[in-house]
């Protein structure tokens, strides 16, 4: 996993970013489009995060186990 996402930065997150979609879709609960550029960078903190934990769990040989309910 932490190979997969060493690979993904900002500006390709940022492409396949599907704003407008999501508000559609009510995936998020955005309700104007000037909220679009908040809401990305409040997910790209946490994706940042989540990378390095992967990152740091690959070093150490580490296993990674999640449950999704």
Request: proline share 3%; charged share 25%; hydrophobic share 40%.
């Amino acid at each position: 996993m932490a190979s997969a996402l060493e690979g993904i930065e900002e500006a390709w997150l940022r492409e396949h970013y599907p704003f407008r979609q999501m508000m559609e879709e009510g995936i998020y609960p955005l309700m104007e489009d000037d909220e679009a550029e908040e809401f990305f960078d409040y997910i790209y903190t946490y994706f940042k995060a989540i990378r390095e934990f992967y990152q740091q769990a690959s070093a150490s040989a580490s296993c990674v186990v999640f449950y999704i309910s």
